[in-house]
């Protein structure tokens, strides 16, 4: 998978390439190439940016310049652009599944008070955004989608880490627990410790049903539940009543 990300401010992708998305680029999993917008400005201090059309604060960054960083992209024909908008569709489990799939994203960040829609309108497939709020920037979504869509990518993962957590059944994850079986007078689930994996998964499923019905009852109504299931939660209902 490779990753085109055209930034005023690339050096804010350092931290990204760190832990296991730094050792998925060594392995060559994915690639992330970072291309700074304002080296394709012709104006001699580098500006990038100009007045709105109509008025209005803030500065809009030049279809111009945007256009020329994008078509520095040599291996593009195949690539799907996503432009980095709180205005785009919101950004869920389902989507970053999807976009794992691609072999080539470029993403595009935005800054100031936007991007002139004429080059968005010539060479952006997608609007994705990270949550109903505003940023200064387009990086952070950025790195939020790199990191959230290489975890799908294979080699970047191992052991199957992903198939267990929160959203990929559409349910909350159980709580996980590790040594000492001890800490601060809380013990862990004996459950966990029998070795029995019939009873392990049965109570994994209960706590990932537990989970979902106290922190985000609204996932359960697009889950496809079992009898027990539903008995557990009905349970659960009685239980908080």
Not at 50 to 55: A, E, F, L, S
Not at 118 to 125: A, C, G, M, Q, T
Not at 157 to 173: K, P
């Amino acid at each position: 998978m490779k990753f085109d990300v055209l930034s005023l401010f690339p050096e804010m992708f350092e931290p990204i390439k760190t832990s296991i998305i730094g050792r998925a680029e060594k392995k060559k999993a994915i690639e992330i190439n970072l291309i700074n917008i304002r080296d394709f400005s012709k104006d001699k201090h580098k500006k990038v940016d100009d007045t709105p059309y109509g008025g209005g604060a803030g500065m809009v960054l030049r279809p111009d310049v945007v256009y020329d960083a994008y078509n520095s992209i040599l291996d593009k024909e195949n690539a799907k652009v996503i432009f980095l908008s709180p205005q785009g569709t919101r950004l869920t489990h389902k989507k970053v599944v999807e976009l794992s799939k691609a072999k080539h994203l470029i993403l595009l960040c935005g800054h100031y008070e936007g991007i002139d829609q004429r080059v968005l309108d010539k060479i952006v497939d997608e609007e994705i955004s990270i949550g109903d709020y505003v940023l200064t920037g387009g990086e952070l979504p950025a790195m939020v989608l790199i990191d959230s869509v290489s975890r799908f990518v294979g080699g970047v993962l191992g052991n199957g880490s992903n198939e267990e957590e929160s959203f990929a059944d559409g349910l909350l994850e159980y709580p996980q627990y590790t040594r000492p079986d001890e800490f601060l007078g809380r013990q862990v689930p004996e459950i966990l410790i029998t070795g029995d994996h019939a009873k392990i998964n049965k109570w994994r499923r209960k706590e990932s049903l537990r989970n979902t019905f106290l922190k985000r009852p609204d996932l359960l109504n697009n889950v496809n539940l079992s009898k027990e299931d539903r008995d557990t939660l009905e349970n659960l209902k009685n239980e908080c009543q």
